[in-house]
């Protein structure tokens, strides 16, 4: 057996400290070293180009080596200061939007060439959607408890009474949020170290990940930007409860939030999994409503805190409208005919293509039952005529009806950060429909699907960019195929 040949330039494990020379897709930064042995390249997560950092070595290949970011050593040029305080979150609050829509921009078309296999990708690129709220975008956020605090002067972690976030890189230590990120909403952020201080001082215990125990587990809320409500969900474990003061926890959200707070729901949580909601745990109303309504384009949605639901709803606002610009584009292939919205959620790219389309008959597919029944309840708020939801999973759906094989000319498709799978895709190909739709939260996935979705038959005709997560490395994208 040959022996494996050694790496030249990095081993596993070791610390290294290298200059950020350019941006991949992703957000990873890339740093090379030059020596005798040639040039070698190294991706570090959440840096920038120009930023000089140390980074741990995770794994390495012959041609690269992945790295975990440990530090910042030294700033790029091209960072700025924020008033925010920054988190694990928004590695990019620092840098300039612009350069923010550069690097995205760059790096999923070059993603689209070398995985999809679209040499002519600029060809196809139609627009770039920016968010229209820079900062406090977000209508949803969620703050987690723990024991174990990061100090960043110590750089260390200290056994302490946490509430925030992660650090980022470990699963057992929280960062505080002491004041605004820039993120979610500036009055809630700011009130955060209250909240913890309140709990903090019921002498009930923050969750402790390695001891997986504690009380108090997350705590979760959702903004409603039409209206400005807010709804809460404290997460906790059933240990201990009947010891905790619900009464003042609902008296000091009054105090703080007035007239904008919406509800309080208490949940309880006794599995070990990092997850805010478990499959047995249940879930009450303590206060006010469990529901907010949320309007885009002049339809109402009612959202609950389990449901999916647009995190940047003004951005959602922008993505939706090209997705029916694209569905509408040839009048030909919906007016009258069956258009399927796969991955519905809430149903929202179904109705908005309903209430502007003659009689065209929308069914709308998803796993949630809760975002199922949210669906309904939304056409019927809407008055939304000629839309059909099913709780199915979808390959499942498509065996179960084939009374659409042939009949449907567009699909829409709005799949989870994984993309679909290949064989649901073929399931959804031998469909025959002449359009599809492809929204995406993970172009990687979809370029994966895009070489697939080629040698099927289809063609990509255009493809826009939508920054609904300014800060992140996070970007979606809206595909339009033709048979």
Known sequence: MPRRERNKFVKKGQFIEILIEDYAFGGKGIGRIRNEEGEFVVFVPNTLPGQFVKAQVNKTS???????????????????????????????????????????????????????????????????????????????????????????????????????????????????????????????????????????????????????????RFLVVRKSVQSNELLFNLVTTSHDLPKFDMDGFIALFKELFGDRLAGILHSINDEVGDRTLSSAGKSSLVYGKEKIVENLLGLDFEISMKSFFQTNPKCAEKLYSKVVDYVLEKKETVDGKVVMDLFCGTGTIGQIVASRSNNTKIVGVDIVASSIADAKENAKRNNINGVQFFTADVGKFLLEHPEYN?????????????????????????????????????????????????EAGYQLKKISLVDQFPHTAHIETIALFER
């Not at 950060?417 to 031998?430: D, E, Q, S």
Request: charged share 35%.
């Open 62 to 216: 012959k041609r690269y080596a992945e790295c975990k970011l440990e530090e910042v050593l030294q700033t790029s040029d091209d960072e700025i200061e924020v008033p925010y305080q920054v988190i694990p979150g928004a590695p990019y609050i620092k840098l300039p939007i612009n350069l923010q829509h550069k690097y995205k921009k760059e790096s999923t078309l070059q993603l689209f060439k070398r995985i999809g296999k679209v040499e002519d990708i600029e060809d196809k690129f139609d627009e770039f959607i920016t968010s229209p709220e820079v900062h406090h975008y977000r209508n949803k956020m969620e703050y987690g408890f723990s024991a174990i605090r990061y100090d960043h002067e110590l750089k260390t972690d200290v056994d302490e009474f946490a509430l925030g976030f992660k650090k980022r890189g470990t699963w057992w230590c929280a960062e505080n949020l002491d004041k605004d990120s820039g993120l979610f909403d500036k009055q809630v952020e700011d009130n955060l170290k209250i909240i913890r201080e309140f709990c903090k001082k019921t002498g009930l215990a923050p969750w402790h990940s390695p001891k997986r125990e504690g009380f108090f």
């Open 406 to 454: 042939q009949k449907i000319e567009t699909i829409i498709l709005d799949p989870s950060r994984a993309g679909i799978a290949p064989k649901t895709l073929r399931k959804v190909i031998r469909l025959g429909a002449k359009r599809m739709i492809y929204v995406s939260c993970n172009p990687a996935t979809q370029a994966r699907d895009t070489e697939q979705l080629i």
